[in-house]
């Protein structure tokens, strides 16, 4: 996969809503970081029951919070969650709390420790979006699409880099699935949970989809010389410096290998992972 792939933008200026398409805004949160580019994409939804929010971000952000509340007046109808990582859902209680919205997050939704106001499940409709749950990326994940095109991708497809799969929750099998299932629909435009507006986004899907299999294809092929660990196929696969990048490449190789155990191509004895032929 080559950088040229993926999309870059300037840094947002924090707090300022920007109007993305009719009836859409978009927030980014001050947490830039090397696993959520400048910050989380937090969106405003109008809709005929007033205004949605998806994604409100990381918690203990006073100012991005501070700014939806100012964006969405007396007009606030719900807070849709498209999976339970905090960089998303953390800000979720603090907006309610707030502004008496209810929360709406998937059926998997995996925190016990907080009780949304409603279930969502694949295929319904809710604020004019049908959700679609896209596990891989997380057990929960869900999209939101709208009728003229628009998708919420969340982290399932983001445009600024590939999306770690990391078990347990995070399943390479399902990601690729739900990767299939996104290729096959027509949607016009990808609004991820970070980075920049994706267009024309079946081509960069499909790319996606094959790199994850050209990634699979390496680590079988590695593993046709010798039995190995997941440290050592990473660094042989992925081949990164950075410890931080490292640690997330050996949870995409784990997710692999869990997906090819699953398919019987490879054994586990232990610590090493071994290719069957």
Known sequence: MTEKMFLEESEPVRGRVVPIAGGLRRLVANNPGKMTYHGTNSYLLESSEGMYVIDPGPAELGGHLDAIVEHLGTNGA??????????????APALRERTGMPVYVSSTFPDDAFEPDGYLEDGQVIA?????????????????????????????????????????????????????????????????????????????????????????????????????TIPEIAAAVYQKADPH????????VAAHLEKLLAESRVVQNGALWQAIY
């Open 78 to 91: 719900g807070i849709l969650v498209t999976h339970h990582h905090s960089d998303h859902f953390g800000a």
């Open 128 to 228: 004019g979006l049908t959700v679609l749950h896209t596990p891989g990326h997380a057990s929960d994940h869900l999209c939101f699409a709208r009728s003229d095109g628009v998708l919420f991708s969340g982290d399932h497809v983001m445009s600024w880099n590939s999306s770690i799969v990391s078990p347990p929750d995070g399943n390479m099998r399902d990601y690729c699935e739900q990767l299939q299932r996104l290729i096959e629909r027509d949607d016009q435009i990808y609004l991820s949970g970070h980075g920049p507006v994706l267009r024309d986004p079946k081509p960069y899907v499909q790319r996606l989809l094959g790199n994850r299999m050209r990634r699979e294809a390496e680590i079988l092929a590695h593993l046709s010389a010798a039995p190995d």
């Open 245 to 252: 990048i490292a640690k997330a490449a050996e949870r995409n």
